[in-house]
Nanobody
Framework: QVQLVESGGGLVQPGGSLRLSCTAS????????MGWYRQFPGKQRELVAT???????DYADSVKGRFTISRDVMKTTVYLQMNGLKPEDTAVYYC?????????????WGQGTQVTVSS
């Protein structure tokens, strides 16, 4: 089992920055993908960014060039540096951890953290 704890959400003005953090604990396979999704009211969760253990990253087009995902040296914490925030970035942001052990792999989710961009 993997447990995820998120932090860093809050209220910020347009053009401002926030840094989200997510720390994984438990039984963590050597290869895994961590990342961030976000959910707008009444909509499905959508990809923001992901990063593999080896450091390969993927970004949604809507955040490319503004957001940066990274992992710490121990690979147990993932960060999302959010710059140039816009009101349309307002959402609940969820940390995810995915591995590929067993037949189907495993997916884990954090509890979500609210990001609000407003003047």
């Amino acid at each position: 089992q993997v447990q995820l704890v998120e932090s860093g959400g809050g209220l910020v003005q347009p053009g401002g920055s926030l840094r989200l953090s997510c720390t994984a604990s438990g039984s963590i396979p050597s290869f895994n993908i961590m990342g961030w999704y976000r959910q707008f009211p009444g909509k499905q969760r959508e990809l923001v960014a992901t990063i593999t253990t080896g450091g390969r990253t993927d970004y949604a087009d809507s955040v490319k060039g503004r957001f940066t995902i990274s992992r710490d040296v121990m690979k147990t914490t993932v960060y999302l540096q959010m710059n140039g925030l816009k009101p349309e970035d307002t959402a609940v942001y969820y940390c995810t951890h995915k591995d590929y052990t067993g037949l189907w792999g495993h997916d884990y989710w954090g509890q979500g953290t609210q990001v609000t961009v407003s003047s």
